[in-house]
């Protein structure tokens, strides 16, 4: 597969509006600045580009070496997360005991060692995190239709299988929005033990729901 970035080359342009006070409408000044069309720059041609350009000074690589470089790059492993085996929702309590003083900028003590800290009392997770695995087509599916109904955005991330094949699958199914890949930190962090599971805030608690996909099952959060 080749892999596309879409690259946005834009200049500073934009649209000024202002207000007539007499007749209180919004009269359009033109554009400002050049404008450059956006292009789409394949980097896999660029960088096969880049192979061939550079062939002597990379006399044993090839077109086919790097696309193998990368297919391997691409696949996800080493979480070892098996699939949920029934339907259930884990509340989980995210305060944690400072190992260490948080000080300002001028060295003053904020937080003393010690300090139980709640972080959703001080911030509010923007989205959602849905953990699967990409190459399990329902996991996909369950990902799709919770997007659907959620007023948040859902992150994916994949804990197993090939992104590769996966951003040729989400295209038929209109996704647009590409899994990450998380850190086992995180995985600990929101006690993610099987898939597909759902991690999101609720109040100042951290809810998981995990799914048991069993074929045409509804899955509601």
């Known amino acids: 597969m080749r ?3 879409i690259i946005m080359l834009t200049l500073i342009t934009f649209n000024v509006y ?8 919004v009269v359009n000044l033109g554009t400002h600045g050049k404008t450059y069309p956006i292009i789409e720059n394949n980097f896999y041609e660029w960088l096969m580009h880049k192979v061939k350009s550079n062939k002597e000074n ?4 090839g077109e086919r070496e790097v696309s193998e470089m990368l297919s391997k790059k ?7 997360i098996p699939n949920c085996k029934k339907n259930k929702v884990k ?23 010690g300090t139980i800290v709640n972080p959703f009392e001080y911030m509010d997770f923007k989205r959602k995190y849905f953990f699967l695995d990409v190459d399990n087509l329902s996991h996909v599916q369950l990902y799709k239709k919770l997007s659907a109904s959620s007023e948040k955005n859902i992150q994916p991330l994949a804990v197993s299988g090939n992104l590769q094949k996966y951003y040729q699958t989400i295209k ?10 998380p850190n086992k930190k995180i995985i600990k962090k929101m006690d993610i033990t099987c898939v597909p599971s759902l991690a999101y805030q ?20």
Do not use: C
Not at 18 to 25: G, V
Not at 74 to 80: A, L, P, Y
Not at 205 to 219: P, S, T
């Open 3 to 5: 892999i596309v970035f």
């Open 18 to 25: 202002a207000f007539r006070p007499s007749a209180d409408k």
């Open 58 to 61: 990379l006399p044993n690589i």
């Open 74 to 80: 691409m696949k996800v492993k080493g979480f070892d």
């Open 91 to 113: 509340e989980i309590d995210p305060t944690y005991i400072l190992e260490h003083n948080i000080k300002d900028a001028n060295g003053n003590v904020l937080y003393s060692k």
């Open 172 to 181: 038929s199914m209109g996704i647009n929005i590409p899994a990450g890949k």
């Open 202 to 221: 609720s109040g100042k608690i951290l809810k998981v729901r995990e799914y048991n996909i069993r074929g045409d099952d509804d899955a509601q959060e």
